[in-house]
């Protein structure tokens, strides 16, 4: 109702705009007509003449101008139609224009009641972001279903696979990104998505498989950002922060101004530089045109797994159980990460499985047999934790 007599308020002001002036009567701003213009002017030549002023020629001369004019405007007064009164005219215009701002607005409202749903509620966002949803939703079902009947078509894979990966559907989104690589043909573009849909499959670790992806991208296109991002991330993942650094700080200093995803990398890179030799920070550069997809993170740092010991059991695990046992695959193929073993005994520790920090640590010590300095930090670590007794 307040919008209704907001509405009716300014209606009637803008009315009374209009209609204030038309109201005021005409002021009359002649004192007379042409003939009795000229017949001032007669008489006012005879004055002058009287008093010596002109001459009798000039006189005579401007009499007889003067007696034209004065002929001309009786006749042509004569022959005009008789004018309509001012206020016949007044009136007129103030009926035009009361019906034309009665009328508009009551035809605006009538027009609008009945095309127009006025009762209707306005809808908030939450009803709005449930219905966009749902048409995703609708959407990803209807590729699915086409994709289902066409296997073969790259395209469908290709315009799914983002959504997916947006969506959390990682699994999905790894298959999704085969088809469309198999089906469309190699480009940097596409093993680098590959690479992209592994690692968020892997909560975040950047696998062999998926850093191949990103080698295989690298090697098609030496300048693309997400795969030399990704690069820098499992050199950090796997503690070799001075290649982070120096990766990231390539990626940046050959960044286009304004690159929007800028602030992400000068980010990673702080975050990263206070670890590597040196205390290597970030500069003022750019980062990768879409960034770590979601589910990402930088491995499972103690911190992360000491803030999910905190999370109800169920939470905690589904936070962080795919990204230690995803470490520990990685270890028992690789066994050469020091900071990898490191990370993972810490990991154990702080989720109070003492057992599977022993076991992590025995197997360290066996892949780092024939490296003394690394066992010398598994033995500073297993004894500072506690778990030589």
């Known amino acids: 109702m307040t919008l209704w007599f907001v509405l009716a308020l300014m209606t009637a002001a803008a009315i009374f705009a209009v209609l204030w002036p038309l109201s005021r009567r005409e002021q009359a701003l002649r004192s007379g007509s042409d003939v009795a213009v000229y017949r001032d002017q007669l008489d006012e030549i005879r004055r002058d003449q009287t008093a010596g002023l002109i001459g009798e020629s000039e006189a005579a001369a401007a009499q007889v101008e003067v007696s034209r004019r004065l002929i001309a405007a009786a006749d042509a007064e004569a022959a005009a139609p008789q004018a309509a009164p001012a206020t016949a005219i007044t009136r007129r215009r103030r ?3 009361l019906i034309a701002l009665v009328l508009l607005p009551a035809g605006a409202i009538v027009l609008y009641l009945a095309v127009g749903s006025p009762t209707l509620e306005g809808q908030p966002l939450a009803s709005r972001t449930s219905a966009e949803r749902q048409s995703i939703a609708q959407m990803v079902a209807q590729v699915e ?13 290709e315009v799914v696979a983002p959504i997916y990966l947006r969506t959390g559907r990682f699994d999905d989104a ?8 198999a089906l469309n043909g190699a480009t940097a573009e596409r093993h680098a998505g590959l690479g992209e849909a592994l690692t968020a499959a892997a909560n975040g670790i950047v696998t062999a498989e998926a850093l191949a992806e990103f080698k295989s991208a690298l090697a098609l296109d030496g300048d693309h950002i997400k795969a030399r991002f990704f690069l820098g991330l499992a050199a950090e993942q796997d503690g070799r922060m001075n290649e982070a650094v120096a990766t990231w700080r390539a990626l940046l200093d050959s960044a286009p101004p304004n690159a929007p995803w800028a602030q992400f990398v000068r980010a990673e890179l702080m975050r990263v530089g206070g670890k590597a030799s040196g205390g290597a920070s970030g500069g003022p550069s750019e980062g990768p045109s879409e960034g770590p997809s979601e589910g990402q993170s930088s491995g499972p740092t103690e911190d992360q797994v000491a803030a999910a010991s905190d999370l109800p059991p169920d939470q905690r695990q589904a936070m962080i159980k795919g990204m230690v046992e995803r470490l520990a695959e990685r270890l028992g ?3 050469s990460d020091i900071e990898g073993w490191l990370r993972l005994v810490r990991s154990y520790m702080v989720l109070g499985e003492r057992e599977r920090a022993l ?15 690394k066992l010398r930090r598994i033995d500073e670590l297993v004894k500072g ?5």
Not at 385 to 389: A, H, V
């Open 385 to 389: 934790l506690g778990l030589d007794g």
């Open 333 to 335: 193929k690789d066994g």
């Open 359 to 373: 076991v992590a640590a025995g197997e360290a010590r066996r892949a780092l047999a024939a490296e003394p300095d």
């Open 145 to 157: 279903a086409h994709l289902a009947k066409n296997p073969n078509e790259g395209r469908g894979w």
């Open 174 to 181: 790894v298959k999704a990104r085969r088809h469309a690589l």
């Open 95 to 97: 009926v035009v224009a």
